[in-house]
């Protein structure tokens, strides 16, 4: 199983990126999915987790400006990321609890991708 993570940028501050993390390989069933970031001299925190029956939490730092969405058919887990502020920079990671086609589940984690915002 290996997660896939794309979409970061560079952008201004009070714009707009779309992440995207899709799974591939042998998967049976993915339950939680989630975003994560690092900041650097940070250590990693939750932005955003999605249930697989749709219940979704937030950070608060993020409500309002971020949705976190998932396709189970293309198992992809999505975060649109609006108004962004300089302090949302970081490298972001996506997080997928996964129950794979040999009845083993564990937490999966993708590359990253590094979102930039300048004031």
């Known amino acids: 199983v290996q997660l896939q993570a794309s979409g970061g940028g560079s952008v201004q501050a009070g714009g707009s990126l779309r992440l995207s993390c899709a799974a591939s390989?042998?998967?049976?069933?993915?339950?939680?999915m989630g975003w994560y970031r690092q900041a650097p001299g940070k250590q990693r925190e939750l932005v955003a987790a999605?249930?697989?029956?749709?219940?979704?939490n937030y950070a608060d730092f993020v409500k309002g400006r971020f949705t976190i969405s998932r396709d189970n058919a293309k198992n992809t887990v999505y975060l649109q990321m609006n108004s962004l502020k300089p302090e949302d920079t970081a490298v972001y990671y996506c997080?997928?609890?996964?129950?794979?086609?040999?009845?083993?589940?564990?937490?999966?984690w993708g590359q990253g991708t590094l979102v930039t915002v300048s004031s």
């Open positions: 999605i249930t697989i029956g749709g219940s979704i």
């Open positions: 997080n997928m609890d996964i129950l794979s086609a040999s009845y083993q589940e564990r937490g999966y």
């Open positions: 390989g042998s998967i049976f069933s993915i339950y939680g």
